[in-house]
């Protein structure tokens, strides 16, 4: 039977045993403008959103970790699901690249897009979306791919 949920009911985690039919879905951007740091944290659990845009121009190699300020990001993923994440990092003119993917400060193994770890474009905007399943307790399938916008 259908039920219509208000807005603000929903706080924690929405949980649908069949089918959830949404007619839009807002998604929040935590915009960053602070200056760069080699290890860009995107936390997972504050409500800011898992989508993360470092507006400060990147002037190091970097790490991507996604973080839980509540707890261990063991604790957000249970067994069997994924949490889909986003990085947009701004890049100049100097040749910087992506480092390490840490999840609590382990480097994690990328499978990449078409196999190898990708090159990233000068002067541009540079998509990160990884896709974190969990497959065992504090075990991880990180898959990632990269985009350039200029």
């Known amino acids: 039977m259908p039920k219509d949920l208000s807005p603000g009911m929903i706080s924690k985690r929405l949980t649908a045993e069949q089918i959830l039919t949404l007619s839009a879905v807002n998604e929040k951007i935590n915009i960053d403008s602070s200056a760069f740091s080699s290890n860009i944290v995107i936390p997972c659990d504050t409500g800011a959103g898992t989508v993360y ?87 991880y399938t990180v898959l990632g791919t990269m985009t350039k916008f200029a």
């Open 53 to 139: 845009y470092k507006t400060a121009t990147a002037n190091a190699h970097f790490d991507i970790s996604p973080n839980m300020v509540y707890g261990p990001i063991d604790d957000l993923l249970a067994i069997g699901e994924i949490k889909t994440i986003t990085a947009i990092i701004t890049l100049g003119a100097s040749p910087y690249n992506f480092a390490a993917f840490r999840i609590n400060g382990v480097s994690q193994t990328v499978k990449w897009a078409g196999g190898s770890a990708p090159t990233l474009a000068q002067n541009a905007l540079n998509i990160f979306t990884f896709s974190i399943i969990k497959t065992a307790a504090s075990t």
